[in-house]
């Protein structure tokens, strides 16, 4: 591929931020699993011994948060559910078929559900975590309400994992996704194919390179 066709998806910064969740995701999953089911325990050596997976999994469940509040600052205008997603949702059975429909922005509506799925399940492991995080806050609030923190933690959880399972399924079906968080870059005509809309905004800004300038829609 020529570097002219390429176009910048995201920059150095937002893929860090990305991957940087990931990897909060695989040590707060992990051992989170490891915590409820007791045949996962060993699950717990994923941060050295189960002692310091009790100590840490908070804090990584914390890193995790804060750094996709960030990617939340960055993406959410871009996220915002428009006319457009709700004809993309109708069609869901050509989606399915690997046909494009509609006239897609940035994200198209699967991602943009799996962006707000995901930020509510992070707001209620982050308030819930807190009420059962020992010692530091548990002591405040009362045993039923603990109880119930708990319960919302391990629901929370598993959302927040299902979520992420459908978020990788979905970037290995289209080619090109992982390229754009790994490399930064997409070819034009990807762009064109998957997110004209953006594709349009792009060449309507002047930020693609000449040669995908002249090819309008």
Request: hydrophobic share 55%; aromatic share 16%; net charge positive.
């Amino acid at each position: 591929m020529k570097p002219q066709q390429r176009i910048v998806r995201y920059s150095a910064p937002e893929r860090i931020n990305h991957w940087i969740v990931a990897f909060c995701f695989i040590l707060v999953s992990l051992s989170g699993l490891g915590f409820f089911f007791p045949s996962f325990n060993w699950l717990l050596n994923i941060f050295g011994t189960p002692q310091l997976a009790r100590i840490l999994h908070p804090f990584a469940g914390v890193i995790m948060f804060c750094a996709f509040m960030l990617m939340f600052l960055r993406y959410w205008r871009h996220n915002l559910i428009t006319r457009d997603d709700l004809y993309w949702a109708k069609n869901i059975h050509k989606i399915a078929l690997n046909q494009e429909v509609g006239d897609t922005g940035r994200y198209n509506f699967g991602q943009k559900c799996v962006f707000w799925a995901a930020i509510a399940c992070l707001l209620l492991l982050v308030a819930s975590g807190v009420m059962i995080w020992r010692p530091w806050f548990a002591g405040y609030f009362p045993i039923p309400l603990i109880r119930a923190a708990l319960l919302v933690h391990s629901l929370a959880a598993v959302g927040l994992i299902m979520v992420i399972m459908v978020h990788i399924y979905a970037a290995l079906w289209v080619k090109g996704t992982i390229t754009a968080m790994v490399e930064g870059w997409v070819p034009a005509a990807w762009a064109k194919k998957h997110h004209p809309r953006w594709y349009r905004e792009l060449q309507e800004k002047n930020a693609l390179p000449a040669e995908n300038r002249k090819d309008r829609t």
